[in-house]
């Protein structure tokens, strides 16, 4: 039976989960990935998913972006129930409302760096040139001054994080989601990208949801929730009555 989660003295619910379970396979090669999840995560605020690797934690990201379908339970993220929504209909879903930033990069290798950052605000309409003149503006603050013209692989892995970063970004979605963001980075830009994604997470009408082991920036999140075998077992506030945020 799961057991439900919810963060005390929170915001608003953003996203609503009960009893979500997601199986892969069949038969005697069916491995259970989600066996009940049951949280409540708040909007304005963001949030950790922490646990150990193959403990469920990118398939329920994948589930909250609506890139991945669940087995069971209810999910509702900004009150939509995205099992409801057709293909096309969820599709433009997620163009509008969720910035992914993929723990493999997931970058275009025959777009420039500019072009693959802009590539969200293309798809809402916007026109390839102010696109790119946003793009080129967002990437200097993430210090890839100068990269915007440049293939992604010619960058480092750090760059191309950063780009993946930017590419999340642009469009100032409502669900920001993030699969090991600073894997890639050093502590100084590990820092100054964590900071860029908190400050998103802090408007009202906003939620962001950042799965990682790098506890260098436990200290950003305003809730930390672990993930054990499929399941939520530990859910706490950090705390914010010291300088340092600390998470434990």
Do not use: Y
Not at 97 to 125: D, H, K, M, R, Y
Not at 135 to 150: C, I, P
Not at 212 to 225: K, V, Y
């Amino acid at each position: 039976m799961s057991t439900q989660h919810t963060i005390v003295e929170a915001h608003p619910i953003a996203i609503r989960l009960r009893n979500v379970t997601k199986t892969f396979g069949r038969g005697e090669s069916a491995v259970a990935a989600l066996r009940g999840i049951d949280i409540d995560i708040p909007a304005g605020e963001l949030t950790m998913l922490v646990g150990p690797s193959g403990c469920g934690k990118t398939t329920l990201i994948s589930i909250l972006a609506g890139l991945l379908a669940r087995d069971g339970g209810e999910l509702r993220v900004f009150g939509q129930d995205l099992a409801t929504l057709k293909r096309d209909r969820l599709a433009r879903w997620r163009r509008d409302n969720v910035g992914f930033i993929f723990q493999q990069f997931n970058l275009v290798p025959q777009l420039t760096v500019a072009e693959n950052v802009s590539v969200p605000l293309v798809l809402q309409g916007e026109s390839v040139a102010s696109a790119v003149r946003r793009a080129n503006e967002l990437l200097e603050t993430l210090g890839l001054e100068g990269r915007g013209k440049s293939a992604p692989l010619n960058l480092s892995g750090g760059q191309q994080q950063r780009v993946a970063i930017a590419r999340a970004l642009i469009h100032d979605p409502r669900l920001l989601v993030c699969d090991e963001p600073t894997s890639a980075l050093d502590a100084e830009l590990g820092r100054r990208v964590m900071e860029l994604i908190r400050g998103r997470s802090t408007s009202p009408d906003r939620a962001v949801v950042v799965v990682t082991h790098d506890d260098r920036i436990f200290h950003l999140a305003d809730s930390i929730a672990h993930l054990d075998d499929g399941r939520i077992d530990q859910l706490h506030r950090v705390p914010r009555d010291t300088p340092a945020r600390a998470a434990h």
